[in-house]
């Protein structure tokens, strides 16, 4: 059954000269933390071969830090689009649509996404995506260099959506804190999860985990109270929170509504023990 889900997106533009500057902005050697009101128009990017099209950078590989992926915010005006989206050897995408419209071609198939869309692009696809509606298309857009194993096949690519897949509760949760998972987590064909996770308010994270996995963290919907290394920050609809391996961390949702985001994790590889 379809729910009626909110999927918090950039408006750009730029504050007044009489606001304040100082915000919720943070850079730390074992997170980050992206405020919504950071997304401004003089922060986006354009990318080659991408028409009518911005983005803003959430998430690059950074020696020392976070290694195994980039994200991005994706917002392409009506028309635009990229018929050579990526030229990257090797990079696997997963698309996750948050506003607007968009035609995929991906290996001779067309797919229709509208919110709530996600399609996983295996390294070597062809692939082409264009804004198909008379709104600004905008999605997330994450990307990591595939890592082939021996006898384990490379995934195959899928579109789907998130009305399409259950809510997971944790256990002992009473559904205060699951995960909606678009892959299986023992399918060891994928070396990333990109999946939604949603607490209702009051639920927690009733440890602090410490982990090897990586970690971009977009809020969709709500707010909360995240333990961040040593510390307790407030984040809401918009913000990211991008997590080096093993930074700390805990949430309590503190809203009073559904607290969601989009989580991205590193999955299922021997770690590399030479470069």
Not at 138 to 151: A, D, S, T
Request: proline content about 6%; glycine content about 10%; overall charge negative.
């Amino acid at each position: 059954m379809a729910v009626d889900q909110k999927y918090y997106f950039p408006t750009g533009g730029l504050p007044g000269q009489k606001d304040m500057m100082t915000q919720r902005a943070v850079f730390t050697q074992a997170y980050a933390v992206i405020p919504k009101g950071t997304m401004r128009d003089i922060v986006t990017s354009f990318l080659p071969h991408w028409h009518k099209t911005r983005a803003w950078v959430l998430a690059r590989p950074l020696s020392g830090f976070a290694e195994t992926f980039s994200q991005y915010i994706m917002e392409v005006s009506p028309g635009g689009g990229s018929s050579k989206p990526d030229s990257e050897t090797g990079a696997q995408s997963v698309l996750f649509v948050i506003g607007g419209q968009a035609l995929l071609q991906l290996n001779g198939q067309e797919y229709a996404l509208s919110a709530g869309s996600y399609a996983y692009i295996p390294s070597g696809a062809e692939w082409a995506l264009h804004s198909s509606g008379e709104d600004c298309l905008r999605f997330h857009w994450i990307r990591k260099l595939y890592v082939e194993v021996e006898g384990i096949d490379a995934p195959d690519a899928f579109v789907t959506h998130e009305d399409n897949h259950a809510i997971n509760s944790m256990p002992d949760t009473n559904g205060a804190w699951a995960t909606t998972r678009f892959v299986e987590p023992d399918d060891l064909r994928h070396d990333m999860h990109v999946n939604i996770v949603t607490f209702q308010p009051g639920g927690v994270i009733p440890f602090e985990e410490t982990h090897v996995m990586e970690h971009g963290l977009y809020v969709l919907e709500g707010k909360a109270v995240y333990k961040l290394n040593q510390d307790w920050v407030e984040v809401e609809a918009g913000d990211f929170m991008w997590l080096r391996a093993f930074c700390p961390q805990a949430c309590y949702a503190g809203g009073p509504g559904p607290f969601r985001y989009l989580l991205y994790k590193d999955v299922n590889r021997h770690m590399p023990l030479s470069l």
